[in-house]
C-alpha cells in the first residue's frame, strides 16, 4: 500500500485538537477561581502533610506519647482534608476531561472519514496482536507494518495534549497530583495490579 505525506496534516490536526482542548478548558474550568482555590488549596495541604512526614520520619523521638499522639492527629486531619480537596479537584477536572472526550470523539470521526483506508506511515516492527489491530485500524491488506491515520491522530493527540498542559501551567504539582491518585478507587487498583 502506498504511504501517503498526509500524516503531516493528521498530525498537526492531533495538535489543533489538543490546543483547542485545552482552550476550552482553560475558559470553562481552569480560570475560574473555584478551580484556582481548588488548586492552592491542594498543593498548601500537600506541602504541610510532607513537612510533617518528613519531621516525624526525620530520626527525632518524640518526648513524650502525647505529643506523638497529638503529631498523628494532626496528619489525620491535614490527610482528611487533602481526601476532601481533591475530591472537589477531581470533580472540577471532570469538565476538562468531557470536554477532551468530546474533542477527541468529533475530530477522530472526521479523521476517518477523511483518511480511512489509508496507510500513513510503516512502523519499523511488527507490532504484537493486540496493538496491530490499533495500529492497523481501518486499513486493508496484510502488511503489519502499516499504520492507520487514526493511530497517528491518536498517539500524536495524546503527546500534544500532555505537553500543551505542561507548558501552559495546567497541570498539577507531583505531590497533589499522587494526592489525586491516591485517593482515586481506580488509581489504587491499577497500583495494586502492578504489585501483582
Avoid at 28 to 34: D, M, Q
Avoid at 101 to 124: C, E
Avoid at 154 to 164: H, I, L, P, R, Y
Amino acid at each position: 500500500m502506498p504511504l501517503t505525506s498526509d500524516p503531516f496534516n493528521v498530525i498537526a490536526i492531533g495538535l489543533a485538537a489538543a490546543v483547542f482542548t485545552e482552550a476550552l478548558a482553560w475558559a470553562f474550568v481552569y480560570r475560574t477561581s473555584s478551580y484556582r482555590r481548588l488548586k492552592e488549596e491542594l498543593e498548601r495541604t500537600c506541602r504541610k502533610l510532607e513537612a510533617i512526614k518528613q519531621g516525624s520520619s526525620g530520626g527525632v523521638v518524640a518526648a513524650s506519647s502525647k505529643a506523638a499522639l497529638k503529631g498523628n492527629k494532626k496528619e489525620k486531619r491535614i490527610e482528611d482534608n487533602m481526601k476532601s480537596s481533591s475530591k472537589e479537584m477531581s470533580a472540577a477536572r471532570f469538565k476538562a476531561n468531557i470536554f477532551t472526550m468530546v474533542t477527541m470523539a468529533v475530530v477522530y470521526k472526521f479523521v476517518i472519514s477523511k483518511w480511512d483506508g489509508v496507510a500513513m506511515g510503516r512502523l519499523p516492527f511488527s507490532p504484537p496482536a493486540l496493538l496491530q489491530n490499533i495500529t492497523h485500524r481501518g486499513l486493508t491488506g496484510n502488511d503489519a507494518t502499516d499504520c492507520s491515520a487514526m493511530f497517528v491522530f491518536a498517539t500524536s493527540f495524546a503527546f500534544f495534549k500532555q505537553n500543551v498542559s505542561k507548558a501552559l501551567g495546567f497541570n498539577l504539582s507531583r505531590a497533589a497530583t499522587r494526592a489525586l491518585t491516591a485517593n482515586n478507587p481506580m488509581a489504587n487498583m491499577d497500583a495494586a495490579a502492578k504489585k501483582l
